[in-house]
């Protein structure tokens, strides 16, 4: 089980909560996220994430990343504009933050 800020992952029933109400998350939702909160606080970079949600070494778009982010920061209720949870370091990746607050 993950829990950074209010938010909890529960990796074995994929199952996944915001301030205690349950998110439905699709399974490469889930993955991203899961990729993300494992590393709380560390950039994990859009490689990394290719290898480990998508299973390639290869940009099949480079859009797939930020479409699902889109759709996960919606999901978790996340500013899309001045987002908390999964911030984009421009350049390097992205991070789950730990406190709610961008660096």
Same mark, same amino acid.
């Given at each position: 089980m993950?829990? %950074?800020?209010? %938010?909890?992952?529960?990796?074995e029933t994929? &199952?996944?909560? &915001?301030?205690?109400?349950? /998110?439905i998350l699709s399974r490469k939702e889930f993955d991203l996220v899961e990729a993300l909160m494992a590393r709380a606080g560390d950039i994990v970079t &859009?490689?990394?994430l290719m290898r480990t949600v998508w299973h390639t070494n @290869?940009? *099949?778009?480079?859009?797939t990343?930020? %479409?699902?982010?889109g759709w996960v920061r919606r999901k978790l209720g996340d500013d *899309?504009? &001045?987002?908390?949870? /999964? *911030? *984009? /370091?421009?350049?390097k990746g992205?991070? @789950?933050e730990t406190n709610g607050h961008n660096h």
């Amino acid at each position: 089980m993950f829990r %950074v800020q209010d %938010v909890e992952l529960d990796p074995e029933t994929r &199952r996944a909560w &915001r301030a205690g109400r349950e /998110i439905i998350l699709s399974r490469k939702e889930f993955d991203l996220v899961e990729a993300l909160m494992a590393r709380a606080g560390d950039i994990v970079t &859009r490689d990394e994430l290719m290898r480990t949600v998508w299973h390639t070494n @290869f940009w *099949t778009s480079s859009k797939t990343i930020d %479409v699902h982010l889109g759709w996960v920061r919606r999901k978790l209720g996340d500013d *899309t504009r &001045r987002p908390t949870l /999964i *911030t *984009t /370091i421009r350049g390097k990746g992205l991070r @789950f933050e730990t406190n709610g607050h961008n660096h």
